[in-house]
């Protein structure tokens, strides 16, 4: 290798350095200066392929519902949150599921069950958005609430007991 | 029976479960909701293992946790290894379930073991396979699908026993042997393994590790006062091999049910100055100088209570058998290793015990063969006998010399060889003018003695000048030029423990290098032969131009050491571990013991042949 290509990569390298290192530095200062970012800056694909940002959703009271087709107790637990949907709808509430399956098998049950709240489906990255939201154990079902600033307000692991549900949902439409 | 599995990989979905640890920072916020219940992460929920495939069956195993249960319909095995197939899983009739959104369904609870068929082409090293399951608690969740990536080492399936057992070494190489030999012991019945490890003990009475052994036992024989038939000899052979084999399999149940190092114990200095001793006295017993027995009040207790003739001198032979198999025969070869590394996961120390005896008969069986037939082939009495009788006294010196060796400094073993060359060319009349009248025979034994001590003569130079190697005395004198030409010291980086030696991989990884870890003590022979002839060899050093080198110097066999020969189921060195850029460690080409350069080659090209 010649002595310029060596001196063209040279400049390279220390120009990425410096670059990241500029940038690493630069983004603790913008943490420490700015509130958390929201959580909800992630997306995920739509029954029809298209990706869907989770911040659309900011502003409503949202409630992310992460499921599966092959899982009884979240299947259990769907009619309930329709029922929500239907009666908070109005008020500002908003569900979303978000599978963690395979698109044709979610597209099959949302038509056989007739689910009329936003489904997004997903796989490694939905599993690794919700150990960003603070599910450890990666198990379902998995229903996490956010409120209209898109901060998170309630995690709840394991179906979710429809009364329960309501409480925590009618806690917050409720501005205090 | 179980090994804990540790993925390769865990595949998929399961990306999250490595960092469970993490607790959910948002948990402070689950303000006036009922208590929260703790779920398990799912590797704890069903705890995998699987065992080492042995006659072409793969056997899978979950513990389940209470209020848990894994779907019968959700298993699945596949091969990842192009060739290899997998049969149906054996899947048991489970409970049935009747879940209120799917109808019923069959599920297991606690305990499963699950069994397929596997079908591995000959000759290959290691097989991946993937296995994935899906199971869920009974208080409402479910856990995505696992996959788990393992990496087995497959044991051929048609081989009769028989012939795998006299099958030389070589032809297994293509895996790890001791793990194929463990894969064995915990498949074969109890009769097929004794077979093969008798098979094994065969062949390792053909390699260096027993030689030193036929010499002492002609040493004894020959040392027997009055003449020695050969029933008299088979008796005393006899008693030594099963003194031998005995210790085996007594020293190898220690080993193994302790994981203690023995080895190392028996390489001490004053178990070396011993049996040195030991040998020098055998040596000058030869030379005529005393009897050597026990003491008369001893055998006369001895013969009263065995009714024995010479019953004190069985003991006596008995006990050089002990020792021999402790000092002279630990190389640690690949079955003693797959022996004592399956009594180690098994703990069941009737078959290891059994089958470590049984390497140590069939190690002794030529030993029968030289003990029966030393009555016949050696002289009965008179001039001849007094000359064997000399020419054993020399060897035990030798012998002497050579456990010394392992303790001394190279330079100075050196000149005790030159000693002992020396001494025996004087005794063969070296220096002695011959008369014109001699015989053919004494002009033989003068021409012997004349080589003898030039080459005694050519050693103390050597050991003036710092030379390590009998064979080599003149290497620091014409060394200077070839190490100017391409000799280049090979690098080892020395690791001790664990976390050393992750990070060295993980440097490793990073720059892309593959690595070599070699396990070395200096109480191992086998080890400096190693690095002497094998790393040592041009070739060897170009083909390792681009490894990172690493040395875990076990010599101290403290708890560090322990752990790292622990962690890669080592029982002591020589071992040398190959390890691919990603720092997996490429187990089926692992080399237990010593290798010739071209075997080692060989090896290292199958190891990085994709």
């Given at each position: 290798?010649?002595?310029?290509?060596?001196?063209?990569?040279?400049?390279?390298?220390?120009?990425?350095?410096?670059?990241?290192?500029?940038?690493?530095?630069?983004?603790?200062?913008?943490?420490?200066?700015?509130?958390?970012?929201?959580?909800?800056?992630?997306?995920?694909?739509?029954?029809?392929?298209?990706?869907?940002?989770?911040?659309?959703?900011?502003?409503?009271?949202?409630?992310?519902n992460f499921w599966a087709t092959w899982c009884p107790p979240c299947v259990k637990e769907m009619p309930?949150?329709?029922?929500?949907?239907?009666?908070?709808?109005?008020?500002?509430?908003?569900?979303?599921g978000?599978a963690l399956d395979t698109r044709e098998e979610v597209a099959k049950f949302v038509a056989d069950h007739?689910?009329?709240?936003?489904?997004?489906a997903g796989e490694e990255?939905v599993a690794?958005?919700m150990?960003?939201?603070?599910n450890g154990i990666g198990a379902l079902p998995f229903?996490?609430?956010?409120?209209?600033?898109?901060?998170?307000?309630?995690?709840?692991q394991g179906e979710w007991?429809?009364?329960?549900?309501?409480?925590?949902?009618?806690?917050?439409?409720?501005?205090? | 029976m179980a090994t804990r599995v540790t993925p390769l990989t865990t595949g998929g979905l399961l990306l999250l479960s490595s960092?469970a640890?993490?607790?959910?920072?948002?948990?402070?916020?689950?303000?006036?909701?009922?208590?929260?219940r703790e779920f398990l992460p799912p590797d704890e929920a069903f705890v995998f293992t699987h065992d080492a495939p042995g006659a072409g069956r793969l056997a899978l195993n979950w513990s389940i946790a209470d209020g848990y249960y894994l779907y019968r319909d959700k298993f699945r095995v596949d091969s990842l290894s192009?060739?290899v197939t997998v049969g149906e899983l054996a899947l048991p009739p489970g409970e049935t379930k009747d879940d209120p959104e799917f109808g019923p369904v069959q599920i297991y609870r606690h305990d499963l073991n699950l069994s397929a068929a596997l079908d591995v082409?000959?000759?290959?090293?290691?097989v991946e396979l993937q296995v994935s399951y899906q199971g869920c608690a009974e208080d409402g969740i479910c856990y995505p699908p696992i996959k788990k990536t393992l990496s087995v080492?497959p044991?051929?399936t048609?081989?009769?026993?028989?012939?795998?057992?006299?099958?030389?070494?070589?032809?297994?190489?293509?895996?790890?042997?001791?793990?194929?030999?463990?894969?064995?012991?915990e498949r074969?019945?109890?009769?097929?393994?004794?077979?093969?490890?008798?098979?094994?003990?065969?062949?390792?009475?053909?390699?260096?590790?027993?030689?030193?052994?036929?010499?002492?036992?002609?040493?004894?024989?020959?040392?027997?006062?009055?003449?020695?038939?050969?029933?008299?000899?088979?008796?005393?052979?006899?008693?030594?091999?099963?003194?031998?084999?005995?210790?085996?399999?007594?020293?190898?149940?220690?080993?193994?049910?302790?994981?203690?190092?023995?080895?190392?114990?028996?390489?001490?200095?004053?178990?070396?100055?011993?049996?040195?001793?030991?040998?020098?006295?055998?040596?000058?017993?030869?030379?005529?100088?005393?009897?050597?027995?026990?003491?008369?009040?001893?055998?006369?207790?001895?013969?009263?209570?065995?009714?024995?003739?010479?019953?004190?001198?069985?003991?006596?032979?008995?006990?050089?058998?002990?020792?021999?198999?402790?000092?002279?025969?630990?190389?640690?070869?690949?079955?003693?290793?797959?022996?004592?590394?399956?009594?180690?996961?098994?703990?069941?120390?009737?078959?290891?015990?059994?089958?470590?005896?049984?390497?140590?008969?069939?190690?002794?069986?030529?030993?029968?063969?030289?003990?029966?037939?030393?009555?016949?082939?050696?002289?009965?009495?008179?001039?001849?006998?007094?000359?064997?009788?000399?020419?054993?006294?020399?060897?035990?010196?030798?012998?002497?010399?050579?456990?010394?060796?392992?303790?001394?400094?190279?330079?100075?073993?050196?000149?005790?060889?030159?000693?002992?060359?020396?001494?025996?060319?004087?005794?063969?009349?070296?220096?002695?003018?011959?008369?014109?009248?001699?015989?053919?025979?004494?002009?033989?034994?003068?021409?012997?003695?004349?080589?003898?001590?030039?080459?005694?003569?050519?050693?103390?130079?050597?050991?003036?000048?710092?030379?390590?190697?009998?064979?080599?005395?003149?290497?620091?004198?014409?060394?200077?030029?070839?190490?100017?030409?391409?000799?280049?010291?090979?690098?080892?980086?020395?690791?001790?423990?664990?976390?050393?030696?992750?990070?060295?991989?993980?440097?490793?990884?990073?720059?892309?290098?593959?690595?070599?870890?070699?396990?070395?003590?200096?109480?191992?022979?086998?080890?400096?032969?190693?690095?002497?002839?094998?790393?040592?060899?041009?070739?060897?050093?170009?083909?390792?131009?681009?490894?990172?080198?690493?040395?875990?110097?076990?010599?101290?066999?403290?708890?560090?050491?322990?752990?790292?020969?622990?962690?890669?189921?080592?029982?002591?060195?020589?071992?040398?571990?190959?390890?691919?850029?990603?720092?997996?460690?490429?187990?089926?080409?692992?080399?237990?013991?010593?290798?010739?350069?071209?075997?080692?080659?060989?090896?290292?090209?199958?190891?990085?042949?994709?």
């Amino acid at each position: 290798m010649s002595g310029a290509r060596w001196a063209v990569f040279g400049l390279v390298g220390a120009l990425a350095g410096g670059g990241g290192y500029w940038l690493q530095h630069a983004q603790e200062g913008a943490a420490v200066a700015a509130t958390p970012a929201s959580v909800l800056d992630a997306s995920f694909k739509d029954l029809a392929g298209q990706p869907q940002r989770l911040d659309a959703w900011q502003g409503k009271l949202l409630v992310l519902n992460f499921w599966a087709t092959w899982c009884p107790p979240c299947v259990k637990e769907m009619p309930a949150f329709m029922r929500l949907q239907q009666k908070y709808g109005t008020q500002g509430l908003q569900f979303v599921g978000i599978a963690l399956d395979t698109r044709e098998e979610v597209a099959k049950f949302v038509a056989d069950h007739r689910i009329d709240f936003p489904i997004l489906a997903g796989e490694e990255d939905v599993a690794v958005y919700m150990q960003r939201l603070g599910n450890g154990i990666g198990a379902l079902p998995f229903t996490v609430v956010f409120d209209p600033s898109g901060a998170v307000r309630h995690t709840h692991q394991g179906e979710w007991p429809e009364t329960d549900a309501e409480a925590v949902i009618q806690s917050w439409l409720v501005p205090r | 029976m179980a090994t804990r599995v540790t993925p390769l990989t865990t595949g998929g979905l399961l990306l999250l479960s490595s960092l469970a640890a993490t607790a959910g920072p948002l948990d402070a916020l689950d303000g006036g909701t009922p208590a929260r219940r703790e779920f398990l992460p799912p590797d704890e929920a069903f705890v995998f293992t699987h065992d080492a495939p042995g006659a072409g069956r793969l056997a899978l195993n979950w513990s389940i946790a209470d209020g848990y249960y894994l779907y019968r319909d959700k298993f699945r095995v596949d091969s990842l290894s192009a060739g290899v197939t997998v049969g149906e899983l054996a899947l048991p009739p489970g409970e049935t379930k009747d879940d209120p959104e799917f109808g019923p369904v069959q599920i297991y609870r606690h305990d499963l073991n699950l069994s397929a068929a596997l079908d591995v082409p000959p000759g290959m090293a290691s097989v991946e396979l993937q296995v994935s399951y899906q199971g869920c608690a009974e208080d409402g969740i479910c856990y995505p699908p696992i996959k788990k990536t393992l990496s087995v080492v497959p044991v051929a399936t048609g081989a009769p026993v028989a012939a795998l057992a006299l099958a030389p070494p070589a032809a297994e190489a293509a895996l790890s042997e001791s793990d194929a030999i463990t894969a064995r012991l915990e498949r074969d019945s109890l009769p097929a393994v004794l077979a093969s490890f008798l098979g094994f003990g065969l062949l390792l009475a053909l390699t260096p590790c027993v030689f030193p052994m036929i010499p002492i036992l002609s040493g004894i024989i020959v040392g027997q006062k009055g003449q020695v038939g050969p029933w008299r000899g088979l008796v005393l052979s006899g008693t030594y091999v099963l003194a031998m084999a005995a210790t085996y399999a007594i020293a190898g149940l220690a080993a193994g049910l302790f994981g203690q190092n023995l080895q190392a114990a028996f390489q001490h200095p004053a178990v070396l100055i011993g049996t040195s001793l030991l040998f020098v006295a055998l040596a000058l017993s030869m030379f005529g100088f005393y009897q050597l027995q026990l003491p008369s009040s001893w055998q006369t207790r001895l013969e009263r209570g065995s009714r024995v003739g010479h019953g004190g001198n069985l003991a006596g032979v008995a006990l050089m058998g002990s020792l021999s198999a402790l000092i002279v025969g630990p190389c640690v070869a690949p079955p003693l290793a797959g022996a004592l590394l399956y009594l180690a996961r098994q703990g069941d120390p009737a078959t290891g015990g059994l089958a470590l005896f049984a390497l140590g008969i069939g190690m002794g069986l030529p030993l029968l063969v030289v003990g029966a037939s030393a009555g016949r082939l050696l002289p009965r009495a008179g001039q001849w006998l007094e000359q064997v009788k000399y020419t054993f006294g020399v060897i035990s010196l030798g012998m002497a010399v050579w456990f010394l060796g392992r303790l001394l400094p190279p330079p100075l073993t050196l000149a005790l060889w030159a000693l002992l060359l020396m001494g025996t060319a004087i005794f063969l009349g070296a220096l002695e003018p011959l008369r014109d009248a001699a015989s053919g025979w004494q002009r033989l034994w003068k021409s012997l003695g004349l080589a003898l001590l030039c080459y005694g003569t050519v050693l103390i130079v050597g050991a003036a000048s710092g030379a390590e190697d009998v064979f080599k005395p003149l290497a620091p004198l014409t060394a200077s030029a070839a190490s100017q030409g391409g000799g280049r010291e090979q690098a080892f980086t020395s690791v001790k423990g664990l976390p050393a030696l992750e990070q060295q991989l993980a440097a490793a990884a990073s720059a892309g290098r593959p690595v070599l870890l070699d396990f070395y003590a200096d109480w191992c022979i086998e080890c400096k032969h190693l690095e002497r002839n094998t790393f040592g060899h041009p070739s060897v050093q170009a083909a390792l131009d681009d490894f990172v080198l690493l040395r875990a110097d076990v010599t101290a066999n403290d708890a560090a050491d322990r752990a790292l020969l622990g962690r890669f189921e080592l029982f002591g060195p020589p071992a040398v571990l190959l390890f691919d850029d990603a720092r997996a460690e490429l187990r089926a080409h692992r080399l237990v013991g010593y290798a010739a350069p071209d075997d080692f080659l060989s090896r290292l090209r199958a190891a990085y042949t994709p």
